[in-house]
């Protein structure tokens, strides 16, 4: 069974920095994808960033392009999300979700896409 367990949220101030981890266990194929959605009070989930694993590419949305970065350690079926230079509009609870199969668009609703989901991890940036 497909585990995900996503860590390192916490409350930092703007222009600050944070790594996200998101561990996985149980994974039956190296041909997989993992990604970061994040979900604000009020907000829609939105993807973030995510990892083609299998073929080592990486997507962003929009507003996180040059402040985060997505990366993994093979070995450890750990994904990170490095997040730097962050506001207070990055504010929300932050889940990682894997699937067998490339990434999905980041936008619109193909999070429903994702098979497996993590519990999420709360970022607060005050100003």
């Known amino acids: 069974e497909v585990q995900l367990q996503a860590s390192g949220g916490g409350l930092v101030q703007a222009g600050g920095s944070l790594r996200l981890s998101c561990v996985g266990s149980g994974f039956t194929s190296d041909a997989y994808s993992i990604a970061w959605y994040r979900k604000a009070p009020g907000k829609e989930r939105e993807g973030v960033s995510c990892l083609d694993v299998g073929n080592n590419l990486p997507y962003y949305r929009n507003s996180v392009k040059g402040r985060f970065t997505i990366s993994s350690d093979n070995a450890k079926k750990t994904v990170y999300l490095q997040m730097s230079s962050l506001k207070p509009e990055d504010t929300a609870v932050y889940y990682c979700?894997?699937?067998?199969?490339?990434?999905?668009?980041?936008?619109?609703?193909?999070?429903?896409?994702?098979?497996?989901w993590g519990k999420g991890t709360q970022v607060t940036v005050f100003s």
């Open positions: 979700a894997m699937r067998y199969d490339y990434c999905p668009p980041l936008s619109g609703p193909f999070h429903h896409g994702m098979e497996y």
